[in-house]
């Protein structure tokens, strides 16, 4: 028998670099629902989850992909898609009749003004309350609304925002 100590494995999804037990315990502790918020280079998915000893269950969920029945035919990758992303599922989750939720954002890095920080204003603006530090982190208006991109895509997210309502 070998002297020293025994190694224990960790987690599967800890040593994927899945999942940070520590800050999800801290999220379930609370009983709140998660708003999760999860990018990838072309799109974004915003959910609703409520936690079970059996596994997590999304209440409600909206994408970038759904802007595209909307009318949305620019790139999905970018900060208007992820606030009109945000919002839609804010409207979707005041229609179910859920209020507050805290804010999951995983493992991915917390950077001022990016696309997590869009769509959380969206849900935020659609009437989910949401708690966040302050006003600051949020994107600045003309980047929400696309006007650095061109005035062609300030004008879609305008009518787009108007069918999700």
Do not use: C
């Amino acid at each position: 028998m070998a002297k020293g100590k025994l190694h224990t494995v960790p987690y599967r999804r800890k040593r994927e670099g899945k999942t940070n037990y520590k800050k999800r315990l801290q999220l379930l502790i609370s009983r709140k629902l998660r708003l999760v918020i999860r990018k990838s280079l072309r799109n974004m998915i915003v959910q609703l989850v409520e936690y079970h000893p059996d596994g997590d269950k999304v209440l409600v969920s909206s994408s970038t992909r759904e802007l595209i029945k909307l009318g949305w035919d620019r790139a999905r990758g970018n900060i208007p898609t992820a606030y009109l992303t945000g919002y839609l599922l804010g409207v979707k989750a005041k229609k179910s009749n859920y209020g507050d939720a805290i804010v999951d954002f995983g493992l991915q890095s917390n950077v001022k003004g990016s696309r997590i920080y869009a769509a959380l204003k969206g849900a935020i603006d659609a009437g989910l309350d949401v708690h966040y530090g302050s006003e600051d982190i949020f994107p600045p208006e003309e980047r929400i609304n696309g006007v650095h991109i061109n005035d062609d895509v300030a004008k879609l997210f305008e009518t787009v925002k108007a069918k999700i309502k």
